[in-house]
Structures are given as C-alpha cells and as structure tokens.
C-alpha cells in the first residue's frame, strides 16, 4: 500500500548539481525514517543518506558528506536529496526507502536492512 517513487535522475556534468525526490504514498509518511541508496554497474548497494522520522537527525555516507544533502516535507509527502559537486563516481541507480521503525530511537538508519519500502529507482549519469 506505501508505494515510492523517485524522479529527478538524468545526465549532469561533473561539478554540477542535481536534486531527487521521493514521493511516498502512505498516510503515515511523518513517522517514516527516509533513506537514500545507490547501486552502480558492478558495485554493491551503498548507503547514501538518511534522515529520521522527525527530521533532526541525519547521516551521510563519507563519499558524500559534505557534498549532499538530505531533507524532508511531510504536508508534500517527499524526501529530497540534493547533491551538489557530483563525480563521474556518483554515476549509480538511486534508490529512496522508508523505515516505519525510526520513530525507535528516532534514528536515521544507515542499512538497507532497516527499510521496508523502496522505490524503483532513479538513474544519475555524471559525465566528466
């Protein structure tokens, strides 16, 4: 019934900036820890971001600390990601999932493990 979807993926040049976001359909998004991950051509699926249910606690992967930056509207039901200063390495399937036990702790969780729904991605080329 919780259906994501993420939009916002395309080409961009290295040093560019892009965002994506995270429509969520469920009624209860506000409790929702959100996460972002990403999954290149033979790489596994790396954590990205993540940000808790309320919203005041965040993580980042340190490949893009610094450089990304997770946030949320819950009267939009969306999570965004904005990344700023891309690399052809960020080039991946970008993935957003949500966490209906964040509200524990009010955690933002690091591992895919922890996520219930996922979207079905969005694809970020970043060409030198």
């Known amino acids: 019934q919780v259906q994501l979807v993420e939009s916002g993926g395309r080409l961009v040049q290295a040093g560019g900036s892009l965002r994506l976001s995270c429509a969520a359909s469920g009624r209860t998004f506000s409790s929702y820890g959100m996460g972002w991950f990403r999954q290149a051509p033979g790489k596994e699926r790396e954590f990205v971001a993540a940000?808790?249910?309320?919203?005041?606690?965040?993580a980042y992967a340190d490949s893009v600390k610094g450089r990304f930056m997770i946030s949320r509207d819950n009267p939009k039901n969306t999570a965004y990601l904005q990344m700023n200063s891309l690399k052809p390495e960020d080039t991946a399937v970008y993935y957003c999932?949500?966490?209906?036990?964040?509200?524990?702790?009010?955690?933002?969780?690091?591992?895919?493990?922890?996520?219930?729904?996922w979207g079905q991605g969005t694809q970020v080329n970043v060409s030198s």
């Open positions: 940000i808790s249910w309320s919203g005041r606690n965040k």
């Open positions: 999932a949500a966490d209906r036990r964040s509200f524990i702790g009010d955690t933002a969780n690091s591992q895919a493990w922890a996520y219930d729904y």
